[in-house]
């Protein structure tokens, strides 16, 4: 079992930044992937960006050259900078991790981003 526990979010003024992250503990030797997922209001959860173990990065293209993804290993955390943050970025941010065999989901942070 992998347990995440997301942090971080909160209100932000457009064009203004925050980072997230996701703190996983358990069975952490067995993950492959990290990532960050997103839920808007009335729409689907949604990719927004996953970096492997070798720390190979993917972004959706609504969040690239915004956001950035990274990790840090000796505290087996997760980030997501985001910079330069729009009102259609409002959404809960779901921290994910996948093993060879399952997939694992924090409970959330909720971002807005208003004015």
């Known amino acids: 079992q992998v347990q995440l526990v997301e942090s971080g979010g909160g209100l932000v003024q457009p064009g203004g930044s925050l980072r997230l992250s996701c703190a996983a503990s358990?069975?952490?030797?067995?993950?492959?992937?990290m990532g960050w997922y997103r839920q808007a209001p009335g729409k689907q959860r949604e990719l927004v960006a996953t970096?492997?173990?070798?720390?190979?990065?993917t972004y959706a293209d609504s969040v690239k050259g915004r956001f950035t993804i990274s990790r840090d290993n000796a505290k087996n955390t997760v980030y997501l900078q985001m910079n330069s943050l729009k009102p259609e970025d409002t959404a809960v941010y779901y921290c994910?991790?996948?093993?060879?065999?399952?997939?694992?989901w924090g409970k959330g942070a909720l971002v807005i981003v208003s004015s």
């Open positions: 970096i492997t173990s070798g720390g190979t990065t």
């Open positions: 358990g069975s952490i030797f067995g993950i492959l992937v």
């Open positions: 994910n991790a996948d093993t060879r065999s399952m997939h694992y």
